[in-house]
């Protein structure tokens, strides 16, 4: 399956707005990246054992994603002038390390090592300088050369390369360690990704053998660090890729699916207590004076679900893409440029573009900065942050897609994509949509002459009848309707969309559609923690949405009416009087 990614979908509104934000303002910051690339330069990581050197790989791969869709030849100049500053920060070894020669592999640096793979080789999918490539491609083998030299049977053993979580923070090198083995073809690689799948991901588990064990659910497991582990599965799947070997496809699956019934909010993201598995599909309702739901566990979950739906085509991803992103992905964006609170000192620190953590009961955004250190100059850095960018720029990568029998329409939108029709000639699709406060789509086909086109149309897991042209659609996934289209040709798709109740230990929540409602005490006239009583089909009124609203409706209680609006756009104030939200409401 393809990916739109050379300059062939731009869209209009949230999922547009969300990716120029984060571009003009974090990812053309130079003088960001030469705070991240001097990590290295300056071995910072080497004082405390810390994960600087996870920023520049992070970031890199969400400029990279956020360089395909917007196609801004600026963003592009800065990531190519940081990339090759990066390279010359590799030292005589063919290390590029935040740590030094006399304490590696210890604390963070194969997390930090495998960032370093990671964003480097994202680079080169858009790089347009072939000797730059090769010179890439030729660091990255040097890097993980050194690697291989010191660590696997006989050697270093990678589960004693970190103190933290049975080290599966090392173990996630797998998944670049692949794509290099894709990329060069080098055995070694793929021997070295086999050693690390031996060694089960974890020196407290094997997490492999659990997952296809498929007794435990992920909070149950003897290592529930939600990012980490996700990060390792992804490593499967990448494995499966290039060996076939299905059970490895399997493992990640069911793991993701358990994570899927267990841990994941109604906002789509994981780990009420931090960023840890803990069975958050039913704590979720529970007071939260700590962390909780991290902005990096969203991403990877976005990540690895956009992952899964380029391996099968099961639209339940997508779905799953489309709840985090509209919930809690863009909720995380501080577009209001609050100040934010670091944990430890309580001081508030100067804005950064995403925010930590996601409250869900009666609580307030901006409570910390994940992954919070401190850099030699002064300035700070947090994960969140450098990984943000990634999530946000996927989800209108992955709205339109198409392989060589099939466009699939995976998001409505306002906008264009250019595709191939099976005779190779160029179609243009015009999309007109305000989802999601409107729920209905055009999509005008441009064409020179008449075209043979197979669409296949997604029809959210939240959706119960679907209209396309008139007719209602019952069935799961996709509708797939194909014919000769000329020039003007329209299809018209409608999800009709209800107001829905959700109960979970004594409280109620609503949605409409992916999006999740929410009340807001900047908003409501209304004391939100006052108990409501509502039916399971109340009566309700769709208002006009105010600024930076998706969604704002008007719901019948018994006991008075309540104002609901989407979940992204309550609190962002978070520093004024008024900002405490909720999604879960006290019933008792």
């Not at 577009?335 to 573009?353: A, D, F, I, N, V």
Request: net charge negative; glycine share 6%; charged share 25%.
């Amino acid at each position: 399956m393809k990916r739109l990614y050379e300059n062939s979908i731009k869209t209009k509104g949230i999922m547009d707005k969300a990716v120029w934000f984060v571009i003009n303002n974090q990812l053309k910051d130079k003088s960001a990246w030469e705070t991240y690339i001097n990590v290295f330069a300056n071995s910072e990581d080497a004082q405390d054992e810390r994960w600087r050197g996870e920023y520049f790989g992070k970031q890199m791969r969400g400029a990279c994603y956020a360089y395909m869709y917007a196609q801004d030849e600026e963003l592009y100049d800065v990531l190519t002038w940081a990339s090759e500053r990066l390279l010359e920060t590799q030292d005589e070894f063919g290390r590029i390390s935040t740590y030094t020669t006399e304490n590696e592999f210890c604390g963070w640096d194969m997390w930090c090592r495998k960032y370093v793979l990671t964003g480097l080789q994202h680079y080169l999918r858009i790089c347009k300088d072939e000797k730059l490539k090769e010179k890439i491609l030729m660091a990255c083998c040097r890097h993980l050369d050194y690697i291989i030299d010191k660590i696997g049977d006989g050697k270093i053993e990678i589960s004693t390369t970190s103190k933290w979580w049975g080290a599966v923070n090392s173990s996630t090198i797998l998944e670049p360690t692949v794509e290099l083995y894709k990329m060069t073809q080098h055995e070694r690689y793929l021997d070295f990704a086999k050693y690390i799948i031996s060694r089960g991901g974890s020196s407290d588990c094997n997490l492999v053998k659990l997952a296809l064990e498929n007794k435990l659910m992920p909070y149950q497991y003897p290592v529930t660090k939600a990012y980490e582990m996700m990060s390792f599965y992804e490593g499967l799947l990448a494995y499966y890729e290039v060996t076939g070997e299905r059970l490895y496809f399997d493992a990640a699956d069911r793991f993701f699916e358990a994570v899927a019934k267990s841990d994941i909010t109604i906002i789509g993201c994981s780990g009420c207590t931090h960023e840890l598995f803990d069975h958050s599909a039913i704590r979720q309702t529970e007071p939260a004076d700590n962390i909780m739901q991290e902005t990096c566990v969203t991403v990877t979950w976005i990540r690895v679900m956009a992952r899964m739906y380029l391996l099968t085509q099961d639209a339940k991803y997508i779905d799953r893409i489309e709840q985090s992103g509209y919930n809690a992905l863009y909720g995380s964006l501080n577009t209001k440029s609050c100040k934010q609170l670091e944990l430890e000192s309580r001081e508030y620190l100067q804005p950064k573009t995403f925010d930590s953590y996601s409250p869900l009961y009666m609580n307030t955004r901006g409570r910390g900065v994940g992954g919070y250190l401190k850099f030699l100059n002064g300035e700070y850095g947090g994960c969140c942050v450098a990984i943000g960018a990634c999530g946000i720029s996927l989800i209108p990568l992955t709205a339109v897609m198409y392989d060589e029998k099939n466009i699939y329409i995976n998001q409505q939108f306002n906008g264009e994509v250019v595709v191939e029709d099976v005779d190779g000639q160029e179609i243009k699709l015009e999309f007109t949509s305000d989802y999601p406060t409107k729920t209905t789509c055009k999509v005008t086909v441009r064409c020179e002459k008449e075209s043979s086109l197979y669409f296949k149309i997604r029809k959210p897991g939240w959706c119960e009848t679907m209209i396309v042209n008139g007719e209602s659609i019952q069935s799961e996934g996709y509708f797939k309707i194909s014919g000769r289209y000329q020039d003007g040709d329209e299809i018209v798709f409608t999800w009709p969309v209800t107001l829905k109740v959700h109960r979970l230990s004594e409280k109620v929540a609503f949605t409409y559609g992916a999006i999740t409602l929410a009340c807001d005490t900047a908003k409501s006239e209304r004391d939100i923690k006052a108990p409501v009583i509502v039916s399971d089909e109340p009566a309700y009124q769709v208002l006009v949405p105010e600024k930076d609203e998706l969604v704002r409706i008007e719901c019948d209680t018994y006991n008075g009416k309540i104002l609901l609006t989407d979940y992204q756009s309550c609190g962002k104030d978070w520093l004024s009087e008024k900002n405490i939200i909720t999604v879960w409401l006290n019933t008792k």
